[in-house]
Every structure is written in structure tokens, then in C-alpha cells.
């Protein structure tokens, strides 16, 4: 017999006896024993999550300073920090599109102090890269920021207003740019062309999104597949036009501009977005509270005037959601990898 506090099981009754002392036994049924341990730790959960964060946290970004992720990573860290009472401090660490930043995030405590901001990028790297990272196993979705489709873009010299029209202006054969090999442009404008016949589109890859629109003002490409945001102001002031939006319905931002269902691509859509991940087996009462924190965030009025200027939509979502969502993600651009046949960088 121990001495002390003991619990003794008779599993065939299901009955356990909690000797409180060593005269007087009290039985408890094993249902109200297992209701007693989860009571326990959803006080634990609650506990930690109230007490978090209790020290500055590291939000790494998977690119370089000045880019799309790392403004919005910078714009919503300086907000939790004003709300969460601790410094959220922005890293970047670009390299292999972004699975750098990613393996240092899941190496990394699972304790909600090392953040991971990134694009639609991780959800590509499992069918293009080499690294053999993956995002749904290494990783847990904390929260999704905002989103903006792909837009295929021309000159505004060209007398064409929408894709086909395009296409047949200039016979099927055309260049187009974009900000580098497998990224979320380029693999939408390759599928797309992949699937329509009589069209032979040369892929002119840049380093950056910037250039890549260059080069089409400058006329030395003649098409560009690009995120929203760097083409707005460009096509605000005229200079460019855009032919064909990727998301579901036509954007508020370019309310002119056809979706891809509208232009012949029943049941296609393209965003790029921007969202926080933090390693995977973070609690979930951690992984709550920073959802919470960042929805509350993408709800004030600054935050959302700043990300309509980039071209961005707030789209706050539960971890869960953001986690099933990032399973199709992962899962349409395997289909998409594997339709054009693209074998990586």
C-alpha cells in the first residue's frame, strides 16, 4: 500500500478510489474523474492565455524589408503591440521563397513568442520545393490578414479592354513578366494560358514585382502577372490596364475589371494574402488569443484604410477556418503545379 494521497483503479467497474487520506476512501465514477482532469486543463488553457504574452515577441517575415508581407506584418505588429502591452518586433529573413523564415518558425519554442508572417507562397512550397517543408504538419495557421487577387495587366496604349480580346489582338503569341519563377502570378498566368488553345505566352521572370511592371510600361514586355497592389497606382493614373482579376467576384478596388469566371474560367480563383503561422503544437489558448488580437486589429478604421491602400481586403477568420482553408490551399496548387507541369526553380 503507498502512504500519502493515491488513486487505486479497478478498471472492470469503471470505479476509482481516491484515498484522501488512509482512512477514508472517497469513490468517484471514471466519467467524473476524466470531467475533472479536462476541467483542469481548460483552467490551465484559460490561465496561459491570460497570461500571454508576458514577454516581446519575434514576428519573422519571410521576405525582404519593404515588400507587401512586410508592411502588413509591421502595420499589424504595431498594433498588437499597442493592444497586448508587449513589443512585437518584426525580423526578416528572406531565402528560398520564403521557406527560410518558415523552417526557423517551426524549429523554433512552441510557445507563441516566434511568429511567422507569410504569403500564399507556403502553401506552394510542398509542390515545388525541394526542401520538403510542409506547412500543414510544421505549422499551425494563427490567423489570415488580407487578401488580393492576381491581375494580368497591359499597357493602356493597347486597344484591347479584356483577355480574349487580347489574345486575339496579338494572334495568340505574347511575353508577359513577372515577379519571379514560382510565384503565385506566375503559376496562375502559366495555368491559365496552359488551358486556353492557340496561345503560346512566354514566361520573362524578374526579381520583384517592380520591375516586372517596368518593363511593360517601358514596352520591352508585353504583359504583366502581378499581385494587385504594385499595378493600382499604375492604372489609376493610366498608365496601365488590367485585363482579368483573379478573385471570385470583381474587386472594389478595379470594379471594371471581368473575374476569371467572367472571362471564360468557370470555377478558377487566385488570391495572394498575408497571415501569421505560428510552430506547430503552439496551445491553443495561445493560438486563440493571438486570433483574436489580429481580428480586432484588422476591425479599426486605419488598419483597413491602409490595407485598401495597398490593394488589400481584411479578411479576419477562426484558426480553424484558416487551417482549412490552407489545406485547399495546399492541395490547388499541387493540382496547379502538376497541370503545368512545373518542376520547380
Not at 520573362?204 to 510600361?217: K, Q, W
Not at 491602400?309 to 502538376?338: H, N
Amino acid at each position: 500500500m503507498l502512504s500519502g494521497n493515491q488513486l487505486n483503479f479497478y478498471p472492470n467497474f469503471g470505479i476509482g478510489t481516491l484515498m484522501l487520506n488512509k482512512t477514508r476512501p472517497v469513490s468517484l465514477t471514471l466519467a467524473g474523474m476524466l470531467l475533472a482532469i479536462a476541467s483542469g486543463l481548460c483552467v490551465s488553457g484559460g490561465a496561459l492565455a491570460q497570461a500571454y504574452p508576458s514577454k516581446p515577441i519575434r514576428a519573422i517575415v519571410a521576405f525582404a524589408p519593404g515588400g507587401i508581407a512586410d508592411g502588413i506584418g509591421r502595420l499589424i505588429g504595431q498594433k498588437l503591440t499597442e493592444r497586448m502591452g508587449q513589443s512585437v518586433v518584426v525580423e526578416n529573413r528572406d531565402g528560398a521563397a520564403g521557406t527560410l523564415a518558415a523552417r526557423a518558425v517551426a524549429a523554433a519554442s512552441p510557445d507563441g513568442y516566434t511568429l511567422l508572417v507569410h504569403t500564399a507562397a507556403v502553401a506552394i512550397s510542398p509542390s515545388v520545393s525541394k526542401e520538403g517543408f510542409d506547412p500543414l504538419t510544421e505549422l499551425v495557421p494563427v490567423a489570415m490578414v488580407a487578401s488580393t487577387p492576381t491581375i494580368l495587366a497591359v499597357s493602356s496604349s493597347v486597344p484591347a479592354n479584356n483577355l480574349q480580346e487580347y489574345i486575339k489582338l496579338k494572334g495568340g503569341k505574347f511575353n508577359y513578366s513577372t515577379a519571379g519563377v514560382g510565384t503565385p502570378p506566375h503559376l496562375t498566368a502559366e495555368f491559365l494560358f496552359k488551358t486556353l488553345k492557340g496561345v503560346d505566352a512566354v514566361h520573362v521572370p524578374f526579381r520583384g514585382g517592380a520591375p516586372a511592371i517596368t518593363a511593360v510600361l517601358g514596352g520591352q514586355v508585353d504583359m504583366v502577372a502581378t499581385s494587385m497592389p504594385p499595378a493600382v497606382p499604375h492604372i489609376k493614373q493610366g498608365k496601365m490596364k488590367a485585363l482579368i482579376v483573379t478573385s471570385p467576384k470583381r474587386s472594389a478596388t478595379l470594379p471594371d475589371v471581368p473575374t476569371a469566371a467572367e472571362s471564360g474560367f468557370a470555377d478558377f480563383e487566385d488570391v495572394s494574402w498575408v497571415a501569421f503561422f505560428a510552430p506547430a503544437k503552439t496551445p491553443p489558448a495561445v493560438v486563440q488569443k493571438l486570433n483574436a488580437e489580429i481580428n480586432e486589429v484588422l476591425k479599426l478604421p486605419d488598419v483597413k484604410e491602409r490595407l485598401a491602400g495597398l490593394g488589400f481586403d481584411p479578411t479576419p477568420s477562426s484558426s480553424p477556418e484558416f487551417a482549412e482553408y490552407m489545406k485547399k490551399e495546399v492541395a490547388k496548387w499541387a493540382r496547379i503545379v502538376k497541370t503545368i507541369g512545373f518542376t520547380g526553380n
